[in-house]
């Protein structure tokens, strides 16, 4: 909740959110056409398999299919147990860094749920379907801080929760790029499941959680359930083989006090380098991240700029 409250969206006001017309895929594409521009190639569906590193120095990547790509410098924005446990020999890290890596702990309880609704929402306390101010907001569902607290409780208790608690929103109210005109989509950030779920499909489980949840909207709005043309349910199993988020953990890592400013992901390496020469690091698990915020990404390309810079400077005065 503190994260949620810190961030801005430039405008100055604390806490506020904003949504990319053409939803998330828009902003990858702009973020790729500018890349292009300055002349970068983008791959996609290029899987890394290694890192390639000679006497502690980066010097490329080998892709599934064994491409080799060399390159002097390497950035990788992925989670921090993908490139460091996986994608590196052990033998080529300090062990004590190894094993901050290790103990890096990346659990998740989050549930997302998206709906496809024929029409609004239709709130007892406020009627109608026809779009209005209180649409366009969070459509929170916390009636009480003991709601949340229980439902937390029961995750922790290695039960998903029977009423969860949902941070949702329907940016078709703002943004009718993403969807057909009369139809919206609500989108719901849910919790909590036993993060344990991370570790199988749990289908059937999910079903009956997004059951319960949409039951507690109905309550506040009866139409809702009849609304639904399509559900998308996304747990923490489906977060990780998807997205390859360890864990389900949307930011590569908990935001918990002992994981946050120096000590993100390693104390000694929350400046965006690591041990190895040449290989750099911008995942949302470096301090500033997570979020869609640009952050660690314009932080890890300052700190390359910066060494190129030292190295020709050295270079001169040598
Ligand atoms: C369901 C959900 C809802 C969210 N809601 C919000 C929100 O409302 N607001 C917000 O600010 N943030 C939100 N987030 C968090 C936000 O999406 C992340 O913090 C952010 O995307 C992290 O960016 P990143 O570049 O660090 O990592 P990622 O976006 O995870 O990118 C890492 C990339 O590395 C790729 N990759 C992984 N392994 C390999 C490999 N071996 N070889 C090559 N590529 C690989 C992945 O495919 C991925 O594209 C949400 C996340 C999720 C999952």
């Not at 990319?20 to 398999?49: L, W």
């Not at 709130?123 to 969070?138: C, K, L, M, R, V």
């Not at 943004?175 to 950030?189: A, K, N, Q, V």
Request: proline share 6%; with cysteine.
């Amino acid at each position: 909740m503190a994260h949620h409250s810190i961030g801005d969206v430039g405008d100055g006001k604390l806490g506020s959110w904003g949504y990319p017309e053409g939803g998330m895929g828009a902003v990858s594409d702009q973020i790729r056409a500018s890349a292009v521009e300055s002349g970068a190639t983008v791959r996609t569906d290029a899987r890394v398999e290694h890192l390639l590193i000679t006497r502690g120095k980066v010097t490329g990547a080998v892709l599934a299919g064994g491409e080799e790509v060399l390159a002097p410098i390497v950035v990788s924005a992925m989670h921090p147990q993908t490139t460091f446990l996986k994608h590196i020999d052990s033998g080529d890290l300090p062990p004590e860094f190894v094993a901050d890596i290790k103990r890096w702990r990346s659990r998740s309880g989050v549930v997302k749920i998206n709906l496809a609704l024929a029409e609004l929402p239709n709130f007892t306390a406020d009627p109608g379907s026809n779009q209005q101010e209180h649409h366009t907001g969070s459509v929170e569902m916390a009636p009480s801080v003991e709601w949340i607290e229980e439902a937390f409780q029961e995750a922790r208790q290695g039960r998903p929760a029977t009423r969860p608690f949902s941070d949702s929103v329907i940016p078709t109210t703002f943004d009718r790029t993403l969807c057909p005109e009369g139809t919206h989509i609500m989108s719901l950030f849910t919790q909590w499941v036993p993060h344990e779920w991370a570790d199988a499909p749990h289908l059937e489980d999910l079903e009956a959680y997004a059951d319960r949840m949409i039951d507690c909207y109905a309550e506040f709005a009866p139409n809702i359930k009849g609304a639904i043309l399509h559900r998308d349910i996304i747990g923490p199993y489906q977060m990780e083989q998807e997205y390859g988020l360890i864990g389900g953990n949307i930011f590569h890592g908990e935001l918990s006090a002992e994981q946050l400013f120096h000590m993100r992901p390693a104390p000694g390496y929350a400046d965006y380098r690591t041990p190895i020469r040449g290989l750099y690091q911008a995942s949302s698990a470096t301090h500033g991240g997570g979020g869609v915020c640009g952050i660690p990404g314009r932080q890890a390309a300052r700190a390359v700029l910066h060494d190129r810079r030292n190295a020709r400077w050295s270079r001169r005065t040598q």
